[in-house]
């Protein structure tokens, strides 16, 4: 499942921010699955 908030989180990983990234947002909307699919993709180690 491919959303647009997706594209946010590469925006943010690309910026070097080190400033948190916080989401908030209604209760199930796909939070928690959005954030583990992109850390799946794009980190080595994550928790």
């Known amino acids: 499942m491919f959303r647009e908030f997706y594209n946010c989180l590469l925006n943010w990983k690309e910026k070097n921010i080190l ?10 909307v796909g939070k928690t699955y959005i954030i583990d699919a992109f850390c799946r993709d794009n980190f080595d180690d994550y928790i």
């Open 19 to 28: 400033t948190p990234l916080m989401v908030v947002g209604a209760r199930q």
